[in-house]
């Protein structure tokens, strides 16, 4: 949703014991909640936020099949789960001269699934399709308020009758007899999720999206609306063991009661949430930062807190549909967006430190960064960082400086920093698996085969290796996949090849994919139809194209 906030440099280092298996670019996926009883389903979740601000307008009506089509690339690029759209019907429309929106599912009417992202069937495929390529379904949800107003809506609660926050008397922004939370804008559409006929409703549709539509769990919208602890009872009888999140923000200026320079009381309200509801909450703590602090003032985020019971709640993220710029009309919403020079930063940053990341769609797949994420999520896989992670500071050096201690290897990550070695703030053997952006990001890890010649790799974990199909000329509909005799390249099996998605010297496609070093590769390039996985249009005429697989190798095929 919309929210009214305030628009804020690095070296890590990870220690760890067990390698973790990855298929395609994925680990074995955890289970469970955390010491403390949280949702965060194994502490291992890598999310991808599956849409922007301007998909309806973009895209109308045919997002599911995006989605549907995406579902084996999604899951080779290393994303384990995916924040959906909001699921239920939204007609609305509205403009503020600046921007303007509608559709998105913020302010839906009714729990039918025919809206402006596609079809109900649209839908289940779109899910389906993800779920078995072993991502997971998040959907968005937003209880705490709907289109009151809308006509020949499916959902009719009448007024004066408690379900509605204006059936009381309305004191302000704060919680009144009718709603235990803000409200949302003028109020007068927020529902009292404490009655018990509108905290059924969305119970028994939390249970309906598991049950028929494959929800893996829920992203929790405006949770400044209504009670942590009505979350956790919606958690506990439509879907215990799921993964879910909340997202409470809130401007500065809303917290009377404490300085809110204090970066300590941005970590203790949201953790605080966090406690009530079980679940763990995006890290506004560690946003803040990274809009008004230096790289090294990113230590304050709720992920960088010393005790893991904060740390593992901690869903981190750069930008997103509400912060962040999207593609089309009028740049998206934009409300507090990261500096375009952070960006690779802020990503190096929530991909090998502790929290639950969340990567934005358009950062991944429209604005060139996917192939830096893709590495950084191999780094983050192999090295085991999960969302409890130790992490320790240092100080004495330029940017930000720490060591986080997986389950399987130490990085050392230096962001803009004048660190000379990895040696200099951990101890073992390290090879450099990344040095991009003229030395301002860098990455040594122990056990990985890399090219800085500080010493050799073991072999067995993925490389980054960049692929190129040449006069890949297309229809619309229609995209170029790599196929090969290696697991991340789908077997040979077209279904499962990976989508080469940097066509800005289209008709050349690239991409970067993750395969074990020193694996003998044969692959072609591959026409197919990002609907129907099955129905290949073209294949590369000719021989097999080999190589032998190393980091930063480059190897090419052409139609």
């Not at 917290?255 to 763990?280: E, G, L, M």
């Not at 100080?395 to 986080?404: H, I, K």
């Not at 230096?414 to 301002?440: E, I, K, M, T, W």
């Not at 000329?473 to 789908?490: E, F, H, I, K, R």
Request: aromatic share 12%; glycine share 12%.
């Amino acid at each position: 949703m919309r929210h009214p906030l305030l628009s804020a440099r690095f070296v890590l280092a990870v220690s760890s014991s067990l390698l973790l298996t990855l298929g395609t670019a994925q680990a074995v996926d955890l289970a469970g909640k955390s010491p403390a009883g949280v949702r965060y389903h194994g502490g291992d979740e890598i999310i991808l936020q599956g849409f922007h601000w301007n998909v309806v307008r973009e895209s109308p009506n045919q997002w599911y099949n995006t989605l549907r089509s995406m579902a084996p690339t999604i899951a080779a690029d290393g994303f384990s789960a995916i924040w959906m759209p909001v699921p239920w019907r939204d007609f609305s429309s509205w403009s503020d001269g600046a921007k303007s929106g509608g559709g998105e599912g913020y302010f839906w009417h009714d729990f039918n699934k025919n809206g402006r992202y596609g079809t109900d069937a649209q839908l289940k495929q779109a899910a389906a399709a993800l779920n078995n390529a072993q991502v997971k379904v998040l959907y968005d949800a937003v209880p705490n308020h709907m289109n009151r107003g809308y006509p020949n809506k499916e959902i009719n609660l009448p007024a004066g009758q408690g379900f509605w926050r204006h059936d009381c008397s309305d004191p302000g922004n704060y919680a009144n007899d009718c709603d235990d939370g803000d409200r949302f804008m003028a109020g007068d559409s927020d529902l009292n999720t404490a009655h018990p006929q509108v905290y059924g409703m969305f119970r028994d549709e939390f249970a309906n999206l598991r049950n028929n539509y494959g929800a893996g769990g829920f992203r929790f919208d405006f949770v400044r609306g209504y009670a942590g602890e009505r979350v956790d009872s919606w958690m506990s009888a439509a879907h215990d063991n799921a993964f879910c999140v909340g997202e409470l923000w809130k401007a500065p200026a809303e917290y009377p009661s404490w300085d809110w320079r204090n970066t300590a009381s941005w970590q203790q309200v949201i953790k605080d949430w966090s406690d009530r509801a079980k679940c763990p909450v995006f890290d506004f703590a560690l946003k803040e930062r990274m809009q008004n602090g230096s790289i090294a003032d990113w230590k304050n985020g709720l992920n960088g807190n010393p005790d893991a019971r904060w740390r593992e709640v901690a869903v981190t993220f750069v930008d997103n549909h509400d912060t962040g710029y999207s593609p089309g009309q009028n740049g998206g919403q934009h409300h507090w967006a990261l500096r375009d020079d952070l960006v690779r930063q802020a990503y190096a940053y929530i991909l090998s430190s502790p929290g639950t990341p969340v990567v934005y769609w358009s950062h991944m797949y429209d604005w060139g960064h996917g192939d830096l994420i893709r590495q950084l999520i191999q780094i983050r896989r192999a090295a085991g960082v999960r969302a409890d992670s130790a992490i320790s500071f240092h100080n004495g050096y330029s940017g930000l400086v720490a060591t986080v201690s997986g389950t399987a290897q130490t990085l050392v990550i230096a962001l803009g920093s004048n660190l000379d070695n990895p040696g200099q703030v951990s101890s073992g053997r390290f090879n450099q698996a990344l040095n991009q952006d003229n030395g301002g990001l860098r990455i040594w890890s122990t056990g990985s085969t890399g090219d800085d010649g500080n010493g050799g790799g073991d072999g067995g974990d993925l490389v980054s290796v960049n692929f190129r199909c040449d006069n890949g000329v297309t229809q619309p509909g229609d995209s170029v996949y790599a196929v090969g005799n290696l697991a991340q390249l789908g077997n040979w099996s077209p279904a499962n090849a990976v989508r080469l998605t940097d066509v800005s010297s289209y008709p050349t496609w690239k991409g970067s994919i993750g395969l074990p070093a020193q694996q003998a590769l044969e692959w072609k390039c591959i026409v197919r139809s990002e609907a129907n996985p099955t129905q290949v249009k073209s294949w590369q005429p000719g021989g097999n194209n080999t190589a032998t697989t190393a980091a930063g190798l480059t190897t090419s095929g052409s139609f």
